[in-house]
């Protein structure tokens, strides 16, 4: 029998049949079947390791594949790569490409003011001059900083003229259809912002003075959005409008670099607010309105 | 691979966002199981879950069929949770070297001699707590490395791979991590030397 017993160090690599070479382990097995000591002390070990094996884990359910999904579907958000990787390789036409909002484009511009204006009124009026060019300045968004020209629209928005009951009641009615298209461009910006941040390769430090620079321009432009829509009789928009606000403004008065654990905070109190579900939905009924121009309902409901 | 994941990875990397929901429903128990076991918490394996879906859905268009869906996917897990581990304070366990004292009188033999159906379940109760704790002792390397070798019977070279390790180095990982856990789970498990001092573990080993 050899004098020198297998060392613990052995003996668990021998169980898991990691002991080393055909020859090692032949040398191991050899040992373990003529040294009672070692096989004493090797059952020793096999006991700790069975009383590891009952560690009980809990089944989370049939359902909880489904719930999964419905929780991470909001960051989904059409797969768009990290802010990071878009930086390193930027493709002009991704804001654009593959969305799932038809956002762009006269005739979906034109459709979203029928959607909200009513037919009634669309009919009678052209598409809002203010349209295309907000539509325009999705492609090129992201100078942030300046003055959002989409704002200043609707800041003229308040119902200052005077005009019969009726005219003045349609008439805010085409403005609600302009603000909702204007508004699609700003949240359309903000779900970009969140999803980016949302999405960021996390490390030990993270760095997200843009989105927070973002967002501080968001904030205002939110701020005059709100205010317009609540103007404008549109509660549902406003509603919305408030809970990206409480996103924005956590993220705008954050800190620029965060440790892990504190940017994960974050990023999980954005994807537990649902707002960029809330966003996503709002999307879809004016997607959906736009094959149903005649629809009456959608966003007030 | 499965024909079912195939199919809809497939699906999924063509924009089917439905084909990934499939993908999530078919693989969130056993990912939700694994991530259990390496972080040792239902919220963190909970969170852990959701980050890998979220990642694979990203990467979904790096994924190669060479493997399946499932081993992608898990590889995703195993990265998440890691990162997890070693983000997440120490806590817990430290105080369990100290443990002996703490351990109900007897070992495991209890359940043989007599004892009534309330009491063994209790006994049951405490394994798993004893598991539980024995296994925050680890350090996130060794907790990955055992649960990767032992729960999941992953090769060394996989594991390796896993954790950025030479396979020497996840060697050594799995043994000191089977090492902490047979002696923290001794008082349970070795009835006849209760005390049983670190030192004294091998008692007859001879330096070669
Ligand atoms: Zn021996």
Redo the contacts with the bound molecule.
Sequence with gaps: MNLN??TEEQLVLHHYGDAGDEAEAASVAG?LRE?P??QAELDGLLRALSAANQLAVPDPGESYGARVFARIQPSLAKGWPGWRDRLASPKPGWILAGRRWAWAGGAAALVVAAFVAGDRVAHRQPAPAAVPQAAQRRGTEAQAGTTPTGAEERGSTAPAEPASAVAAADRERVRAGVLLVAVSGHLERSEVALSELVNSPRGPEVDISEERGRARDLVAENRLYRQTALAAGEPAVAGLLDDLERALVEVANGPSRMNEAEFDRVRRRIVQQDILFKIRVFGERVREAEGRPAAGSGLRG | MDDHDAHDVAQARAGSELAFRRLVERHARGVFQLAFRLTGSEPDADDVVQETFLKAYRELKRFEARSSFRTWVHRITVNCAYDMLRQRPRHRGESLDAGPANAPAGGIELEADGTSWPDRLAFGAEIQGRVRAALDLLTPTERTAFVLRHFEGRSLEEIGEALGLRTGATKHSIFRAVQKMRRALAPLVDPATPGKAEQELRPFQVQP
Aim: hydrophobic share 35%; proline share 0%.
């Design positions: 017993h297998l040992h040294c000591a070692c």
